[in-house]
C-alpha cells in the first residue's frame, strides 16, 4: 500500500458522459481536459492507409476527424459506447471504445518522473449503472494497467454522488443533465438507489428543436451540422420565467428580445428576427416539454422524447423535471423528504443557460425555474442551486473523493465503496 501523499499527489479523474468524456489528474486545478466520448474504428482495408503505415484499429480523442471519411457506413466506425448511459455487457465495440479512451486519457496524463508508479484512479458512471459495468470497467482498468503500469488503485462512483461530494453536502437531491439524458438522484450520504429517476432529455433534445426553429426561419440548410445547431442554441436559447407570459412580452418588445447569432470567422449569421420569440421555446422544453405549442414540433417530425428502456432502467421521455423530482424524493422516507427538498442541486451543461441583461423579466435561470415547477406542484420554498461549474462538477467530485478516502479504505461489493488494488 502506498502513503497517503502518494496517493493525493496521485489522484486521478474520469467522468464518462453520454457526449463527453472530461478527464485529468489532481493538478489540473478547476478544469478537466474533454473529449468526446467516440471512438472511430478505421478500415484496414483501406488503400490510402496502407500506404500512410499501419494506423491503430481505434482512434479516439481530437484525431478523429482527420479520419471522418463521407461514407455510408460512418455511423457504425463512429462509436459512442455511453450514448444512452449504459452499455450492454457483450457489446465489444463499446468496451474496445471505453479502454481506448481511458488509456489515452492516462497516457496523456504520464508525469515525466521515473518514481511514477500508477494513478488513484476515480471513475463516474451513471447512477442506473448496473453491477456489471463496474465490473467491466474494473477489468478494463486492470488490463490497461497490466500493460502500461498507469493504475495503481480504482473506485468507481455514481455521478450524481460525485456532485454531492464536489459540493461536500451528504443530504442532496442531484439533478444531472448533461447532452443525452437526465438523473435524479437523492442522497442521504450515498445514493438511494431506488429512489433514482432517469430521464431520456437531455441538451441533445434541445438542439434538435433548435434545428427545427432553424427550418422554420429559413435557416434549414445549416441544421445538418450538430455542433452547429447546438452553438445556436447555447446562444440564443432562453428559459422563460412562464412561457405564454414571456412570449407575450417577447411579442411585444421584438427589438429587445431580438435573437442574433453572428457565427466568429463566418459570414454566417443567424437572426430570428420577428420570430425571436421562438427562443423561449428552447429553454422550455428542456425542463417541460408537455407545453402544448411543442405538439406542432412533433407533428412535423420532431423525436419525440419516449420512454426506453436500457437494461432494469426506464428511462422516461417526457416527464417534467418538477414531477421527476418529487417523483424521486416521495420514493424516500417520509422524515428524509423535506430535508432534500431544501437541498436540490443542478449540475450538467443542461443547466447552465445564462440571462441576458436587461431580460430578467422574462429569462430565468436553471434553478429559478426548477423552483418554480416545484412551486406549482405544492412544494413550500424549495432551495435550489447550480454546482459551481456545472459540466465540470461530476470530474470535480472524483477528485475531491481520491483525495479524501484514505488508501487502506479497500473497496467493498457491499457498498460500493474503497479502492480496489488492480494488481
Ligand atoms: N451555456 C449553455 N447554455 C445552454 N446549454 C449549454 C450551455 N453550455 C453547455 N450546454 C449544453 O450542455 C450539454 C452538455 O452537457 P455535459 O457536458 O454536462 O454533458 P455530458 O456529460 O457529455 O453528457 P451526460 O451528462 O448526458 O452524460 C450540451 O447539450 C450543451 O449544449
Ligand atoms: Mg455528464
Known amino acids: 500500500m502506498m502513503s497517503e501523499a502518494y496517493k493525493q499527489a496521485h489522484t486521478f479523474g474520469m467522468d464518462f458522459g453520454t457526449s463527453h468524456f472530461k478527464f485529468g489528474p489532481i493538478t489540473s486545478g478547476e478544469r478537466p481536459d474533454v473529449i468526446e466520448n467516440r471512438g472511430y474504428f478505421t478500415d484496414r482495408t483501406s488503400l490510402i492507409q496502407q500506404v500512410s503505415g499501419p494506423v491503430e484499429n481505434v482512434i479516439v480523442g481530437k484525431d478523429i ?58 471513475a463516474s458512471l451513471s447512477a442506473v449503472s448496473p453491477r456489471y459495468m463496474y465490473e467491466k470497467l474494473f477489468d478494463t482498468l486492470r488490463n490497461i494497467d497490466s500493460e502500461f503500469g498507469s493504475v495503481m488503485a480504482a473506485t468507481i462512483i455514481p455521478q450524481p454522488f460525485s456532485v454531492a461530494i464536489a459540493h461536500k453536502t451528504p443530504t442532496c437531491v442531484v439533478i444531472e443533465s448533461g447532452h443525452g439524458n437526465s438523473q435524479i438522484c437523492p442522497i442521504s450520504r450515498y445514493p438511494v438507489r431506488n429512489a433514482v429517476v432517469a430521464i431520456n432529455r437531455g441538451g441533445g ?187 465540470y462538477s461530476v470530474w470535480r467530485g472524483c477528485i475531491v473523493y481520491g483525495y479524501a478516502v484514505t488508501a487502506d479504505f479497500s473497496w467493498t461489493w457491499e457498498k460500493f465503496e474503497g479502492w480496489l488494488n488492480l494488481r
Open 65 to 122: 476527424p482527420l479520419y471522418l471519411e463521407s461514407r455510408e457506413d460512418l455511423s457504425t466506425r463512429l462509436v459512442y459506447p455511453m450514448r444512452n448511459g449504459v452499455i450492454q455487457k457483450d457489446n465489444d465495440r463499446s468496451w474496445t471504445v471505453v479502454r481506448e479512451i481511458a488509456r489515452f486519457a492516462l497516457e496523456a496524463h504520464r508525469p515525466p518522473d521515473s518514481r511514477f508508479l500508477g494513478y488513484y484512479l476515480v
Open 205 to 391: 433534445d434541445g438542439s434538435a428543436l433548435t434545428a427545427e426553429i432553424l427550418k422554420d426561419c429559413g435557416y434549414g440548410d445549416l441544421i445538418h451540422e450538430e455542433s452547429f445547431v447546438r452553438n445556436v442554441k447555447e446562444n440564443i436559447g432562453l428559459i422563460p420565467a412562464d412561457l405564454d407570459a414571456s412570449i407575450q412580452l417577447a411579442k411585444n418588445n421584438p427589438e429587445k428580445f431580438r435573437a442574433v447569432y453572428r457565427v466568429p470567422g463566418t459570414r454566417i449569421a443567424i437572426d430570428l428576427a420577428e420570430n425571436s420569440w421562438m427562443r423561449f421555446l428552447i429553454g422550455e422544453y428542456i425542463f417541460d416539454p408537455e407545453h402544448e405549442l411543442f405538439q406542432s414540433y412533433f407533428s412535423r417530425g420532431l423525436r419525440k422524447p419516449g420512454d426506453v428502456r436500457f437494461g432494469d432502467t426506464l428511462f422516461r421521455g417526457m416527464l417534467d423535471f418538477g414531477d421527476a423530482i418529487v417523483e424521486a424524493v416521495e420514493r424516500c422516507p417520509v422524515e428524509l423528504q423535506s430535508h432534500l427538498y431544501r437541498q436540490i442541486l443542478l449540475s450538467g451543461g443542461n443547466f447552465a443557460w445564462q440571462v441576458p441583461a436587461g431580460m430578467e423579466d422574462a429569462a430565468v435561470s436553471a434553478p429559478a425555474k426548477v423552483k418554480t415547477l416545484l412551486e406549482e406542484k405544492g412544494i413550500v420554498d424549495p432551495t435550489v442551486t447550480i454546482a459551481q461549474n456545472p459540466q
